[in-house]
């Protein structure tokens, strides 16, 4: 038995040692087809003060979903978060807008972290492929696809790299930058070596990086721009075409050449491409980053009062001119689930007759 064989059964026994109940949950996770028609699934979820980390991990499990929290999030933040027959999709995209985090889904995984490294995360694994796709057919079969992974908790980063790259088959240079931290359980499915790593290293701000026949491999620090170039075919009206996919996307850049198109832009924008190319109908989640939502049941309470604790909630100092001293003692009753700030205050408001204007750093109340 050779010394990298070794080392590669070791650190096999030490995360299988560790696994708990739960460490056949990667071989009932989706893939390909399945994931996205369970990403298009509607849900309802009520949580109430629920652990982030935990709620997750419960949701993981229903829906057969692989969701990653970044290394960097605060998994025992409580939340309180309702969805009531929305697609799986969109609820977790919501979510994530709600804690002013990003979320990336490739590779039949969601993974939930900072926007600046869900926004590139997925292209930069794409970019890898693409050059694995001009190596050798030794090389690429070196990285082909991995069964699903089951690490328990107190697992290592540098553990699960390591024995990645003994699965590969060739060192892993750069192993050694990869700050020491123990990690929670982690379920992954079936998926490439590349997006595996990827996966492994996104929560350091780390990638990976193939040489170009495939003959090493090393961790550098990941780029802080990522764009993918793809050539589609342009149809018999290329420039209309071209057109057409720029207010589609408008972040991407077209362009036509010899009447093809020539798209440069994220992993998802050619996603998206590719499936309408495909006939296939996609639906475009609009989020707006870090945009909050409210949950809030009142009974019986002086508006004045009400509308002054949530001020305080949002950090807005609350403005009345003293003529509307009455209106504000008038006693509301009301509900909102998952509503805007605008929209908790005209709930809040459009029953004794009053509106609001609100700002940055305050909200001030007036008659309509």
Wanted: hydrophobic fraction near 45%; include cysteine; proline fraction near 5%.
């Amino acid at each position: 038995m050779t010394e990298s064989i070794r080392r590669a059964v070791a650190l096999g026994i030490l995360i299988l040692a560790l696994a708990t109940d739960g460490a056949a949950a990667a071989e009932t996770l989706k893939t390909g087809a399945a994931f996205r028609e369970q990403l298009a699934t509607r849900i309802g979820i009520t949580w109430v003060n629920n652990p982030l980390r935990e709620a997750l991990a419960k949701l993981s499990d229903s829906t057969g979903i692989a969701i990653v929290l970044d290394r960097r999030v605060d998994p025992d933040q409580p939340i309180e978060f309702t969805v009531a027959n929305e697609p799986l999709e969109d609820a977790l995209r919501r979510l994530a807008s709600r804690l002013n985090l990003g979320v990336s889904i490739f590779d039949s995984t969601v993974y939930l972290g900072p926007t600046e490294t869900t926004a590139r995360l997925a292209t930069l694994a794409a970019l890898e492929h693409d050059k694995l796709a001009q190596m050798p057919r030794a090389a690429q079969a070196r990285f082909g696809s991995l069964p699903p992974l089951d690490a328990a908790a107190l697992s290592t980063p540098r553990e699960l790299l390591t024995a990645w790259a003994e699965q590969v088959g060739l060192e892993l240079r750069g192993v050694e930058h990869v700050p020491h931290d123990l990690w929670p359980e982690l379920h992954l499915p079936a998926q490439s070596s590349v997006s595996r790593a990827m996966l492994l290293l996104a929560g350091f701000d780390l990638a990976l990086e193939l040489a170009p026949d495939g003959s090493a491999m090393r961790i550098i620090p990941a780029p802080q721009e990522a764009v993918l170039t793809r050539e589609y075919p342009g149809g018999g009206k290329a420039a209309s075409n071209a057109q057409k996919l720029a207010e589609h996307f408008p972040a991407a850049h077209i362009e036509t050449r010899n009447g093809k198109l020539h798209v440069a832009a994220s992993w998802e924008v050619h996603d998206q491409i590719g499936r309408l190319l495909r006939g296939e109908k996609i639906t475009r989640t609009e989020v707006v980053a870090g945009e909050q939502r409210y949950t809030l049941n009142v009974e019986n309470q002086p508006l004045g009062a009400v509308a002054k604790a949530v001020g305080q909630r949002v950090g807005r100092e609350i403005e009345f001119d003293p003529s509307l001293s009455k209106k504000l003692e008038a006693r509301i009753s009301f509900k909102t689930n998952e509503a805007t700030l605008e929209e908790l205050f005209q709930q809040m408001l459009d029953p004794v007759g009053l509106t609001c204007e609100i700002n940055e750093q305050r909200i001030k109340i007036r008659a309509k």
